[in-house]
Each structure stands twice: as C-alpha cells, then as structure tokens.
C-alpha cells in the first residue's frame, strides 16, 4: 500500500501570514492514464472532512482562493496565502491512484499563534 | 441538496455486530461508487470499504477484510456496513462519503460526507 507522510504534523500560523503542508508518498501517484489523483481535505473541530484540491491543483467550488495545490509525482503541496481564523483545523492529503485501498497522509494540525 | 445521514452506532461488546446506515438524498445515489471512512477518537481518517454503483465491486481495507460487508440499496438511496466480530481497535466515528473522484475530464464532482456514526467496542 501507498505511505502518505505529511509534515509538519503540527502547524501554528500567525494571522494572516501564508501557510504551507507537504506530503510525500512512498511511489510515483501518477496513474496510467495520466493524472495524479491526490486530493486534500479540511476538517474544522467538529465536522466532517470537506475536499478542497481534487487531482493535485484543482479547488472544489466555494473554497476560497487562498488555497493552492501543487506538486507531481511524490511530492504535494497545500499553501494558504494568508491564513483565517475559519482555517484552523486538520488538513489531510489523500491518494486515489493506487487504490485500494485509499490512503490518508496523518493530518497537520493548524492553529492559530 | 446532498444529504448523507448515517445511523446505527452506538457501543457494542468486543465479539458483537453492528448494522450502519446511510441514508442519502439530494442525488443521483445510483451514479456514484459510495465509501465508509472512519476516525478512531483523536486520530486520523482511515477507509474502510467502498462499493460501486451497480453493486457490483466492493473492496476493503484489509483490517475489515472478512469481519464487514458493504452493501447499497440503490431503490432505497441507502447504503449500510454490516461489521461483525467487532475490536476495540474499530471503534471509531463512521462517515458515508460520496466518490472521491467522480470526474469527467478535469472536472470532479464535489465529495459529501455524512455527520457520522460513534461506534465503542468495550466490555
């Protein structure tokens, strides 16, 4: 099965100022047809997971553009340009190439310094 | 609206069974493969079993292998996990989720995810 590793683990983030995730998988998530099925979620305290990044760098309608996804291959990237107080949560990246089974990265936790 | 509502948890005695439901609605149930993902208390998400729309393929995360079984009612728009011989270790909220990558092209459509259902395996 496919490793997820995100770091940091734990991510304290003053107000305003850009925030960055990374996760690596243990192998290549670039499927034979040719896309990369990496996807990211939020979960705030107390909800459920809400998708925003589809395919590595695509946003989900109605997540702000704040958000950004990049990267290819084994190495990902969520970037939040400035970070909100509605942001403070746990971000999980996902890969769908090789499933199944599908894999979660162990979250990072963001909180507000 | 897309609707996911799970039901059926509830604490259950190491060796038990217990029958989840998700309800849907707001969609098409019957276009969508449909997953359950848990969340063991303070961790993070794990899959667990998903099932295609026609019923057709189901695949499990191994821990669950031979223990749950996935099923759908596509004439009801409800999904169910049937998970027997119950562990601690599978205690944990359950979440219905839509299909991950449900695309056409480069445009997926969005995921929903229910509310949750606690499920405690204890003595």
């Known amino acids: 099965d496919v490793v997820m590793t995100q770091s940091p683990l734990s991510l304290p983030v003053t107000l305003g100022q850009p925030a960055s995730i990374s996760c690596r998988s243990s192998?290549?998530?670039?499927?034979?047809?040719?896309?990369?099925?990496l996807i990211w979620f939020q979960q705030r305290p107390g909800q459920s997971p809400r998708r925003l990044i589809y395919?590595?760098?695509n946003r989900d309608s109605g997540v702000p553009d704040r958000f950004s996804g990049s990267g290819s291959g084994t190495d990902f990237t969520l970037k939040i340009s400035r970070v909100e107080a509605e942001d403070v949560g746990v971000y999980y990246c996902?890969?769908?190439?090789?499933?199944?089974?599908?894999?979660f990265g162990q979250g990072t936790k963001l909180e507000i310094k | 609206e897309v609707q996911l509502v799970e039901s059926g948890g509830g604490l259950v005695q190491p060796g038990g069974s217990l029958r989840l439901s998700c309800a849907a609605s707001?969609?098409?149930?019957?276009?969508?493969?449909m997953n359950w993902v848990r969340q063991a208390p303070g961790r993070g998400l794990e899959w667990v079993a998903n099932?295609?729309?026609?019923?057709?393929?189901?695949y499990y995360v191994d821990s669950v292998k031979g223990r749950f079984t996935i099923s759908r009612d596509n004439a009801k728009n409800s999904l169910s996990l049937q998970m027997n011989s119950l562990r601690a270790e599978d205690t944990a909220v359950y979440y219905c989720?839509?299909?991950?990558?449900?695309?056409?092209?480069?445009?997926?459509?969005?995921?929903?995810w229910g509310q949750g259902t606690l499920v405690t395996v204890s003595s």
């Open positions: 996902m890969e769908g190439t090789h499933w199944p089974p599908y894999t």
């Open positions: 099932i295609k729309q026609d019923g057709s393929e189901k």
């Open positions: 395919k590595v760098s």
């Open positions: 192998q290549s998530l670039v499927h034979s047809d040719g896309d990369t099925y």
């Open positions: 707001g969609f098409t149930f019957s276009n969508y493969w």
């Open positions: 989720a839509t299909d991950f990558f449900a695309c056409s092209g480069d445009s997926c459509r969005q995921t929903s």
